[in-house]
């Protein structure tokens, strides 16, 4: 058995296995013994693991009558209750089976355990690239407080001190029962207060118990998909778009059609509706990501009524549609019409802070009250200490006076932004400005994007490639979204000026 197991390490114990040459334990794929003095592992652990590998790559076929206890015990130049632990555990795990004829080897289904070999064919590498091949990074992991990075809210001015006492509230009043399970859909103080603020700042037609409260804005996306579509269904997505809201298509095994975006906001093609008719439909209507667009009126009216008349669901997200900078707020395109078969997404990610972690979506009537049964079985409630200061800090006012103050700051940034970018890119289309925390600037064909964006990085700066968001490139794709809500007015200006020196280069 030992010039198939190899010796075990010992040191300081004087055994036939431990005599055994360094070579002989290396070729039977044994670790070194560590010098004396060192700690190593058990010898029942070391004596294990080298049966199980002798077992999985086939050096112990299945059927092998093992030797007895005592007699290995023996051999090892180890404890008889070594080898009666070691014999255990691989009886518990299924690597071996014990009766009165002794211990043998289990059948195993591994391949290389049997002998064979393995085919391209039955690789799982395949399947597995072929699926993650839909989720194709348009981006790399960075650091998203450099300047100019979209989405990236001003952290610095968050009211922690308020926040706070919100959070030591919460746990004055709820623990320990916050610290269990709750409501799937989310903790009632927390849809309540949201569906109220959503009625009189959003035009948003809906009561708590249509709040479902999500990990972010991308579970609620995640949601949506698995409510209401079934594998192969069409689902239609802005192009240049939001990119979480195609990953979360293509985890649902939706065929993804882009449609155009002009200034106007998403612009279905006139026969769209016939030819390849959608069972979902993604739009951000207050303010499209990434262009700005507001989605006209009429646009909203026609989406609403098409999607009735085939059946089809509308996704509102209300990404930044908090942070309106001229005139009043864009009431949101879910409270148009009653009863609109629209489902509306939102998140406190750029209200609040992106580490919270806390989305929701406001289901339709239609639909609202026949979800339990499925939301108790897909989701499971939590963050519920947060939830319930979440509540508390919108019931309170502090929410409501925390966007005041974002809002005077992002717009005079967004005024600093659009003047640096009017100086030094005079021949470019800046696109947006009257909403949200990032302007997006249209380059020449002359100048790509993404090589811009990667010289810019490089310089530690952090805009993105407009490119980045289009499933299907074309000129109108070609620029750069450009971040401001946490960056300064007069890191703006300098940031500018250095992206105008690198596009000149």
């Given at each position: 058995?030992?010039?198939?197991?190899?010796?075990?390490?010992?040191p300081?114990?004087?055994?036939?296995a431990?005599?055994?040459?360094?070579?002989?334990?290396?070729?039977?794929?044994?670790?070194?013994?560590?010098?004396?003095?060192?700690?190593?592992?058990?010898?029942?652990?070391?004596?294990?693991?080298?049966?199980?590998?002798?077992?999985?790559?086939?050096?112990?076929?299945?059927?092998?009558?093992?030797?007895?206890?005592?007699?290995?015990?023996?051999?090892m130049?180890?404890s008889?209750?070594?080898?009666?632990?070691?014999?255990?555990?691989?009886?518990?795990?299924?690597?071996?089976?014990?009766?009165?004829?002794?211990?043998?080897?289990?059948?195993?289904?591994?391949?290389?355990?049997?002998?064979?070999?393995?085919?391209?064919?039955?690789?799982?590498?395949?399947?597995?690239?072929?699926?993650?091949e839909?989720?194709?990074?348009?981006?790399?992991?960075?650091?998203?407080?450099?300047?100019?990075?979209?989405?990236?809210?001003?952290?610095?001015?968050?009211?922690?001190?308020?926040?706070?006492?919100?959070?030591?509230?919460?746990?004055?009043?709820?623990?320990?029962?916050?610290?269990?399970?709750g409501?799937?859909?989310?903790?009632?103080?927390?849809?309540?207060?949201?569906?109220?603020?959503?009625?009189?700042?959003?035009?948003?037609?809906?009561?708590?118990?249509?709040?479902?409260?999500?990990?972010?804005?991308?579970?609620?996306?995640?949601?949506?998909?698995?409510?209401?579509?079934?594998?192969?269904?069409?689902?239609?997505?802005?192009?240049?778009g939001?990119?979480?809201?195609?990953?979360a298509?293509?985890?649902?095994?939706?065929?993804?059609?882009?449609m155009?975006?002009?200034?106007?906001?998403?612009?279905v093609?006139?026969?769209?509706?016939?030819?390849?008719?959608p069972?979902?439909?993604?739009?951000?209507?207050?303010?499209?990501?990434?262009?700005?667009?507001?989605?006209?009126?009429?646009?909203?009216?026609?989406?609403?009524?098409?999607?009735?008349?085939?059946?089809?669901?509308?996704i509102?997200?209300?990404?930044?549609?908090?942070?309106?900078?001229t005139?009043?707020?864009?009431?949101?395109?879910?409270?148009?019409?009653?009863?609109?078969?629209?489902?509306?997404?939102?998140?406190?990610?750029?209200?609040?802070f992106?580490a919270?972690?806390?989305?929701f979506?406001?289901?339709?009537?239609?639909?609202?009250?026949?979800?339990?049964?499925?939301?108790?079985e897909?989701?499971?409630?939590?963050?519920?200490?947060?939830?319930?200061?979440?509540?508390?800090?919108?019931?309170?006012?502090?929410f409501g006076?925390?966007?005041?103050?974002?809002?005077?700051?992002y717009?005079?940034?967004?005024?600093?932004?659009?003047?640096?970018?009017?100086?030094?890119?005079?021949?470019?289309?800046?696109?947006?400005?009257?909403?949200?925390?990032?302007?997006t600037?249209?380059?020449?064909?002359?100048?790509?994007?993404?090589?811009?964006?990667?010289?810019?990085?490089?310089?530690?700066?952090?805009?993105?490639?407009?490119?980045?968001?289009?499933?299907q490139?074309?000129?109108?794709?070609?620029?750069?979204?450009?971040?401001?809500?946490?960056?300064?007015?007069?890191?703006?200006?300098?940031?500018?000026?250095?992206?105008a020196?690198?596009?000149?280069?």
């Amino acid at each position: 058995m030992i010039e198939i197991i190899g010796p075990l390490a010992n040191p300081g114990v004087k055994t036939r296995a431990a005599s055994a040459s360094a070579t002989a334990a290396a070729g039977a794929g044994s670790a070194t013994p560590t010098a004396t003095g060192e700690k190593t592992t058990p010898l029942q652990k070391q004596l294990t693991e080298r049966l199980q590998q002798a077992i999985l790559t086939g050096r112990l076929p299945a059927g092998s009558l093992l030797p007895s206890s005592r007699m290995l015990a023996a051999e090892m130049g180890v404890s008889r209750n070594t080898v009666v632990i070691a014999y255990e555990h691989l009886a518990a795990v299924g690597y071996v089976v014990a009766d009165k004829k002794g211990t043998r080897v289990s059948p195993l289904s591994s391949p290389s355990a049997r002998g064979e070999a393995r085919t391209p064919s039955a690789a799982p590498e395949v399947a597995y690239a072929a699926r993650v091949e839909q989720f194709a990074a348009t981006r790399t992991h960075v650091d998203n407080t450099l300047p100019l990075t979209p989405g990236t809210p001003a952290l610095d001015r968050f009211p922690l001190t308020a926040w706070r006492r919100a959070l030591e509230r919460s746990m004055e009043r709820a623990l320990p029962l916050a610290l269990g399970y709750g409501n799937p859909a989310g903790e009632p103080a927390l849809r309540d207060a949201i569906a109220a603020h959503l009625r009189i700042a959003r035009g948003v037609r809906c009561e708590g118990s249509q709040v479902v409260i999500t990990e972010g804005a991308q579970e609620a996306l995640n949601l949506c998909v698995r409510l209401l579509t079934n594998p192969g269904d069409v689902a239609w997505i802005e192009d240049p778009g939001y990119r979480g809201a195609k990953a979360a298509f293509n985890v649902g095994d939706l065929t993804v059609l882009p449609m155009p975006v002009d200034l106007e906001g998403i612009a279905v093609p006139s026969g769209a509706w016939r030819t390849d008719p959608p069972k979902l439909i993604y739009t951000s209507p207050a303010h499209q990501y990434p262009t700005g667009a507001v989605l006209s009126v009429a646009r909203r009216l026609e989406l609403i009524a098409q999607a009735r008349r085939c059946g089809a669901w509308l996704i509102e997200d209300d990404y930044d549609g908090e942070f309106r900078h001229t005139g009043e707020p864009i009431a949101s395109m879910q409270g148009l019409v009653e009863d609109a078969p629209v489902l509306y997404v939102g998140s406190f990610s750029k209200t609040m802070f992106p580490a919270l972690r806390i989305g929701f979506v406001v289901l339709p009537r239609t639909i609202a009250a026949h979800t339990a049964v499925a939301l108790q079985e897909m989701l499971r409630g939590g963050h519920r200490l947060e939830q319930l200061a979440l509540a508390h800090f919108i019931d309170s006012g502090e929410f409501g006076r925390h966007l005041g103050r974002m809002r005077r700051l992002y717009r005079e940034r967004q005024q600093a932004l659009r003047d640096a970018l009017t100086t030094h890119f005079a021949s470019s289309q800046i696109l947006g400005g009257n909403c949200g925390m990032h302007l997006t600037l249209r380059l020449p064909p002359r100048i790509s994007d993404r090589t811009l964006a990667e010289r810019a990085l490089a310089a530690r700066l952090n805009p993105r490639a407009l490119s980045g968001f289009a499933l299907q490139q074309r000129d109108e794709t070609n620029g750069l979204v450009i971040g401001y809500g946490g960056t300064a007015a007069e890191q703006l200006v300098l940031a500018v000026r250095t992206l105008a020196r690198l596009a000149r280069e």
